[in-house]
């Protein structure tokens, strides 16, 4: 398959086109962006939390759950990504697992009296 379009440009410019393609519910094509991107950038979380949001998007729900590891794993505190990981592990069935990423994400979001 030719991938000429989707890595053509600089990373700015991909990063705006895989957000296009995000915004327009064209998740499989800001994958195939994003994907080349957060492989030459990986210690950005910008590009690799919208690869986890258009995974998700899609039910790539595995691919999705492994971004965002990565991302909680360098940073324990990005709550954006905790809660998407909670949300993506319930989508999965998986609910204990869930519970305690969506808790921290309540945490850092303020929301004591939720936990």
């Known amino acids: 398959m030719d991938t000429t379009y989707y890595d053509h ?11 296009l393609f995000f915004d327009a519910k064209d998740y499989a094509a800001a ?7 957060v492989e030459e ?23 999705a759950e492994s971004e965002l590891r990565v991302i909680v794993e360098s940073d324990p505190v990005e709550g954006y990504a905790r809660l998407m990981l909670g949300r993506t592990l319930e989508r999965q069935g998986r609910q204990d697992e869930a519970q305690a990423h969506l808790r921290l994400a309540s945490a850092l979001a303020g929301d004591f009296e939720e936990l």
């Open 9 to 19: 440009g600089t990373q700015a410019e991909r990063w705006e086109r895989a957000q």
């Open 31 to 37: 994958a195939r962006v994003l994907g080349k991107l």
């Open 41 to 63: 950038v990986p210690e950005q979380t910008g590009p690799r939390l919208l690869l986890a949001r258009a995974y998700y998007h899609s039910a790539q729900l595995r691919r």
